[in-house]
């Protein structure tokens, strides 16, 4: 008798259980046991180390060969969260980005604040732009996309490479509205908006989506990390095809980034059209330190 009740019980129970899991279905989208609503890391003292390459390809025609040099333009950087500062009575921690290659070197300085909502830069400091090609030998030569034309391949990079534009100043610029660089909750396929700049003819705006979870392989290890892919919108609601942008940020920080910019026109010294590049960016974490 003891047996049949101490049967039906666990019948009963087994019952309920599988009710309640019928109730609340798995998430199939991820891996089981694996972190998918971390934050970008934000404690003092946090420390990233990272390669960056630079090359031109899609060379045409080939005469364009005899402007370019085959080799790829290697720099290191470095990010770290250096401090916390109190700016109009809002506790911002100071995001200082340093990086060279070629010769050249570059700093930005950044505030931030770590929200519910995302991770928001408030401020910025800026004695350059981070990243790019930098090849005097090419100072004859204009570089043209989207109707805009630069005098050098450093300078357009540099154009699109910053999520926001990063003017030479001394002086404190705020942002505004504040721009949410990073957006919580991470739900793939979410698209959010960065930065809009509206002129007197054109209006560009700039928008980051989240793709997916991949696994990413860097000098620094095999992260779990989420795929963002920034698009540019000129006076459409189409995004350019020709920017290509991808980052790569895991639980540990950013791990990764992609950037290519297709179909740029070249000019020589007298305005005249040679040719089309493409140029690529990649940037990988070598090693990090978080507290």
């Known amino acids: ?52 390459r630079n090359f031109v390809t899609n060379i045409r025609p080939d005469s364009l060969n005899v402007y370019f040099s085959s080799d790829t333009i290697s720099g290191n950087g470095a990010a770290d969260f250096s401090r916390d500062s109190v700016i109009n009575n809002d506790t911002l921690k100071l995001l200082r980005n340093s990086n060279s290659s070629a010769g050249h070197s570059q700093t930005t300085l950044e505030y931030y604040k770590q929200t519910d909502s995302g991770l928001i830069r408030i401020a910025f400091y800026s004695d350059g732009t981070n990243f790019g090609p930098f090849r005097p030998s090419l100072k004859n030569l204009k570089f043209s996309i989207h109707g805009r034309s630069f005098p050098s391949l450093k300078e357009l990079v540099n154009y699109y490479d910053d999520e926001i ?21 991470i739900i793939k396929n979410s ?45 459409s609601p189409t995004a350019d095809p020709n920017l290509v942008f991808y980052d790569y940020f895991s639980k540990e920080g950013m791990i990764k980034r992609d950037f290519l910019i297709k179909d740029i026109l070249i000019s020589n010294s007298q305005g005249q059209p040679i040719g089309f590049i493409d140029v690529k960016e990649e940037d990988h974490l070598n090693f990090y330190f978080l507290p």
Do not use: H
């Not at 129970?13 to 934050?39: A, Y």
């Not at 942002?175 to 990073?182: E, G, H």
């Not at 960065?194 to 000098?219: C, F, H, M, P, W």
């Open 191 to 235: 698209e959010w908006n960065l930065i809009t700049y509206a002129g007197i003819s054109d209006t560009t705006r700039i928008t980051k989506q989240y793709i997916d979870y991949e696994n990413v392989t860097v000098n620094a290890g095999t992260f779990y990390c989420i795929k963002i892919r920034r698009r540019w919108y000129y006076n």
């Open 1 to 52: 008798m003891y047996k049949i009740k101490f049967l039906i019980i666990f019948l009963v129970l087994l019952s309920l259980t599988l009710f309640s899991c019928s109730d609340n279905p798995v998430n199939n989208n991820n891996p089981p046991g694996v972190q998918t609503d971390f934050k970008y890391p934000f404690k003092t003292g946090s420390f990233w180390y990272y390669n960056t």
């Open 165 to 185: 534009e990063l003017r030479d100043s001394t002086p404190l610029i705020f942002d505004n509205p504040p721009v949410r660089t990073i957006k919580y909750p």
